[in-house]
């Protein structure tokens, strides 16, 4: 196995990339955590043996394993009081250093309850044509960032209080002009929280993350999945991320590690969704529910589809390849759950280039009126089914949500010794 380790979601997320991280903190001596796209929209939900449970958004899905570090880096957009929300309730199920253990890439764009009052604002405008946004303003923050890129708010402005007051003004004043009063505190109100942001955690440079690499074992935790990719998703119903392999590798070349890295591209058994947009195998008769995603107001209802390997092999190609995947959900293969192999107009998906959003609006067009073809029957070993299908080893798989629950194969992701208990964490880099 390379030295770092970096998983990817192969469908709409929720695979269970966070119960993978925490695995993989579990079995190999982890030094950090990094996430790279995404921000506080991320719901990784992790289980301990003991019963305690997180849902990951911001910190590093490994934050219960001692020592372990989380680092946000530039391509995350960072959100402090949701951020500082989520620290107080990993204190209460006896994680209490998680802020101490954290860094944070200053260039990483803020997320402010002006971003997300815009967010949800141009949301509910579009009545019955929602693209199921998470309503929290990372999107919002992206393009404001894109529009504005020396005047976006960013982590290290928040030690830096005047700047941050100048540019948190500007932000608020643009999207009032646009979409008239916002829902949102005023400017010296968020002051405080952001300049306490600054003085509680490491904010530290671009060469933190090549120090951390050269330190030990670097997990890099994705958000969202490949096929809600900004550039390679089904437009409009995307996110404004990069959720492919696409960050991980630009992070490791900057630090001289390029290609040091085990891509681990995760599915579910059923394929599923959160919010509208295509699910070509969605079936409402699966007798299938999942308590920790329910449906909500901003996003919409959770659905649940038959395992389409047509989608997923087009996030296979569109994040480049992977070197194993692993499979969560089998608990859940019953005999009603089926393998979509083809569609009734295609059997394959090419994805192009990134930034032709016109070509991905057609292919949404397409998906949404094309109808699934099914086996007869379940395939009597999921494993050996998948990994034929999508032509990639299936080198872990998942029967539950604890990390006791995992079985690898092979030796791609075989456990590693761990340090004695009462051994001293691997010192920051």
Known sequence: MSRHVAVVDLGFGDAGKGTVVDWLCATRPVHTVVRFNGGAQAAHNVVLRDGRHHTFAQFGAGTFHPGVRTHLSRHVVVDPLALAAEADHLASVGVP?????????????????????????????????????????????????????????????????????????????????????????????????????????????????????????????????????????????????????????????????????????????VTTRHGPGPLVTEDPALPLTDPRNPTNPWQGRFRFGHFDAVAHRYALAAAGGVDGLALTHLDLAGPTLRICRRYDTTDRLAPGPPGDLDRQAALTARLLRSRPVYDDAPPPDWTAAVREELGAPVVLTSRGPTADDKTPHGPLLAPCPLPPAGTPAAASA
């Open 97 to 269: 250093d998680a802020l101490d253990r954290l860094t944070v890439d200053g260039e990483a764009l803020l997320a402010t309850p002006y971003h997300r009052a815009a967010n949800r604002a141009r949301e509910i405008a579009r009545g019955a044509d929602r693209h199921g946004s998470c309503g929290l303003g990372v999107g919002e923050a992206v393009a404001y960032g894109l529009a504005h890129p020396d005047e976006a708010p960013r982590v290290a402005d928040c030690a830096d209080p005047g700047r941050l007051r100048r540019r948190l003004t500007a932000l608020r004043d643009r999207l009032t002009a646009e979409l008239g009063p916002l829902d949102a505190p005023p400017v010296a109100d968020c002051l405080p929280a952001f300049t306490g942001f600054a003085a509680r955690v490491a904010i530290v440079d671009r060469s933190w993350l090549a120090g951390a690499l050269r330190a030990g074992t670097c997990v890099f935790e994705g958000a969202q999945g490949v096929l809600l990719d900004e550039w390679h998703g089904f437009h409009p119903y995307t996110t404004w991320s990069t959720t492919t392999f696409a960050n991980v590798d630009g992070l490791l070349a900057e630090a001289g590690q390029a290609g040091t890295a085990t891509r681990i591209g995760v599915l579910r058994v």
